[in-house]
């Protein structure tokens, strides 16, 4: 079996893992990594690997899904974190959730993120 760079570097990055828990900055930039190279399954496995997320976690994948125009996804992704914790939403999280809204046609919602970024 051959195995490519990219399966490579993924293997390596996947089996650093779990050293990635106090450095947000390495690990969102593995998720940038993952979903650049077509990898959002991996990406988003070390984003639900974290036991603690903060905003610039929520945020990075969350502008992730925006990027490649998954944006049911955005949205469901910026209502778990606005729900599932203490956490608000910066102006990244904002601005892909209100292109969400945008790019689905979806007012209702938009409102709903933009009281958050009013709120704020």
């Given at each position: 079996?051959?195995?490519?760079?990219?399966?490579?570097?993924?293997?390596?990055?996947?089996?650093?893992?779990?050293?990635?828990?106090?450095?947000?900055?390495?690990?969102?930039?593995?998720?940038?990594?993952?979903?650049?190279?077509?990898?959002?399954?991996?990406?988003?496995?070390?984003?639900?690997?974290?036991?603690?997320?903060?905003?610039?976690?929520?945020?990075?994948?969350?502008?992730?899904?925006?990027?490649?125009?998954?944006?049911?996804?955005?949205?469901?992704?910026?209502?778990?974190?606005?729900?599932?914790?203490?956490?608000?939403?910066?102006?990244?999280?904002?601005?892909?959730?209100?292109k969400a809204c945008s790019a689905l046609s979806s007012l209702?919602?938009?409102?709903?993120?933009?009281?958050?970024?009013?709120?704020?």
């Amino acid at each position: 079996m051959i195995i490519n760079e990219d399966e490579m570097m993924q293997n390596h990055m996947l089996s650093h893992n779990e050293n990635m828990q106090g450095t947000c900055e390495l690990t969102c930039l593995f998720m940038r990594t993952f979903a650049s190279c077509g990898s959002l399954p991996d990406a988003m496995w070390i984003f639900r690997s974290l036991e603690k997320k903060n905003v610039f976690s929520w945020s990075t994948i969350i502008s992730i899904h925006s990027r490649i125009n998954k944006f049911e996804h955005t949205l469901s992704l910026y209502y778990e974190m606005v729900r599932s914790s203490s956490i608000r939403p910066d102006f990244r999280c904002i601005l892909a959730a209100l292109k969400a809204c945008s790019a689905l046609s979806s007012l209702q919602n938009g409102k709903i993120v933009h009281d958050d970024a009013v709120w704020k």
